[in-house]
């Protein structure tokens, strides 16, 4: 049986922010979208929840920290992404309640962005893989903190904090523009973005990782080969030759 075609998102906003839990994350099939979306002129914000520091066993977690920071730095400047922050938070032992979501609220509410995106948290990858732990609580906790962020009196001692660049710095105040949350790589994926031309760009991000991926012991991984699998085959969902497959969650009342 074929599998169930995909609608072509929503793509009439001007920013968005990315919510995910580790260095890495986005690169592992959702980097090339958004180098289709800066090279639309669109504004896009990376927010990395944890630094990824617990995650080369041969590394010591500071150590670890500076170097995925780096790496992650210079793969969202390569699909047009220059606005990444860390929020710091322990990488491995994330866990979903009110702590992740009022760091979370927050950013949205200094990025204020049309659109949020984050991960697949779902149980699985839609199959026998089972999916990590701090995707799964990022991705609830995103869902949560969208809300958040549009209600004053939901972390109200956030409000007024200054947020950008100190001499244009603003006080932060309640965000409640986000119009939906996407969760790339999702199983329940019913939308997907055609990411072709710029196929290329999504491979030179997760190259760019290459501490990482050497740090897994992962000798012979080539990430073109890695993106191909999925690409082609959201691509085929989409009529397309790559894409990248989305779960998509409106965030209005009766939608």
Not at 48 to 77: F, H, K, N, W, Y
Not at 126 to 132: D, E, F, K
Request: charge should be negative; glycine fraction near 14%; aromatic fraction near 10%.
């Amino acid at each position: 049986m074929d599998p169930e075609p995909l609608e072509p998102l929503d793509e009439t906003w001007e920013r968005a922010l990315c919510v995910v839990a580790h260095p890495d994350d986005m690169e592992f099939g959702a980097a090339a979208a958004v180098a289709r979306w800066t090279g639309q002129g669109k504004s896009v914000g990376y927010c990395m929840v944890t630094s990824g520091e617990a995650g080369i066993d041969a590394l010591a977690p500071q150590e670890c920290r500076a170097v995925r920071e780096a790496e992650q730095v210079e793969s969202a400047r390569i699909v047009g992404v220059d606005h990444v922050e860390f929020l710091g938070l322990p990488d491995g032992v994330l866990e979903y309640g009110v702590a992740l979501r009022a760091a979370i609220a927050r950013s949205v509410r200094a990025f204020r962005p049309d659109v949020v995106v984050t991960g697949n948290f779902r149980d699985t990858w839609g199959g026998r893989n089972l999916n990590q732990a701090d995707h799964i609580a990022v991705g609830r906790a995103v869902l949560d903190a969208v809300r958040d962020a549009g209600n004053r009196w939901v972390f109200a001692d956030q409000l007024g904090d200054q947020v950008g660049d100190q001499a244009g710095a603003t006080g932060l105040e309640p965000w409640g523009g986000v119009r939906e949350v996407w969760a790339f790589g999702s199983p329940q994926s019913t939308h997907g973005v055609d990411t072709t031309d710029t196929f290329d760009a999504g491979v030179a991000s997760l190259e760019a990782h290459g501490a990482y991926i050497e740090g897994l012991g992962w000798e012979h991984f080539d990430a073109r080969e890695f993106l191909e699998g999925m690409g082609r085959q959201t691509g085929q969902r989409l009529g397309v030759g790559f894409g990248a497959p989305f779960e998509v969650f409106p965030m209005g009342w009766g939608e």
